[in-house]
């Protein structure tokens, strides 16, 4: 597609249950990146995938966050049994290198409530 | 380990004034560049880059940033600031194949 997609848009969820957020990226994008921002702070980076292997998992904050990606396109990052500090913006990006930066999507706003 | 540093949490400018974003950066190499900036309820979209050449590198809106090796720095600014740049501007840096960010810089300009 001409951007990233990403889906929902908005996602309200009761503490404790399970949530999947999806990202579709720029065709051709071998590189997807998952962020998370709280309250207009700063990027926290969660997860980097080449392809559809994940060479860095280090941000992930807790066995709770798990992501894949299929087909070297659309990434899902799943959060199980969710707690009120996972509200934020889930923002996912793709790049062809980094040299080029990245294309980023409009996030997903998770509130938990 | 790579680092990104923005000093001010905000930044006040009078519409008509010249702007600059500071940025500070710590990491092995030559680094790679970039800004970015984000609107209220968007996501983040990409500014300019730094990769070889130029110190002085130009992007989108105006904005444009000098790349400084000795006092690695690289601030953004503009000649003149508009009510519409108001918005949060990220510096990042890269490091094998991922992006650091700075925590943000809040531009207000005021009419």
């Known amino acids: 597609g001409a951007g990233v997609s990403q889906s929902p848009s908005n996602k309200v969820t009761e503490k404790g249950k399970d949530v999947e957020l999806r990202c579709d990226p720029i065709s051709g994008h071998t590189a997807l990146y998952w962020y998370r921002q709280s309250l207009g702070q700063g990027l926290e980076f969660l997860i980097y995938f080449q392809g559809n292997s994940a060479p860095d998992k280090s941000g992930l904050p807790s066995d709770r966050f798990s992501a894949e990606r299929t087909g070297g396109s659309v990434s899902t990052l799943t959060i199980q049994r969710t707690q009120q500090e996972d509200s934020a913006v889930y923002l996912c990006?793709?790049?062809?290198?980094?040299?080029?930066?990245?294309?980023f999507g409009s996030g997903t706003r998770l509130t938990v409530v | 380990a790579q680092s990104v540093a923005q000093p001010e949490d905000q930044v006040n400018v009078a519409e008509g004034n010249p702007l600059t974003v500071k940025c500070t950066y710590s990491v092995s190499g030559n680094p790679y560049l970039f800004w970015y900036v984000q609107y209220p309820n968007r996501g983040l979209q990409f500014l300019l880059k730094?990769?070889?050449?130029?110190?002085l590198v130009k992007g989108s809106y105006g904005f444009e940033a000098e790349f400084n090796k000795s006092q690695t720095s690289f601030h953004l600014k503009k000649p003149s600031a508009l009510v519409s740049d108001s918005a949060l501007y990220f510096c990042?840096?890269?490091?094998?194949?991922?992006?650091?960010f700075g925590g943000g810089t809040r531009l207000m300009v005021k009419p």
């Open positions: 990006a793709s790049s062809r290198t980094v040299n080029y930066g990245y294309t």
């Open positions: 730094y990769i070889t050449g130029d110190n």
């Open positions: 990042a840096v890269n490091y094998g194949n991922m992006l650091t």
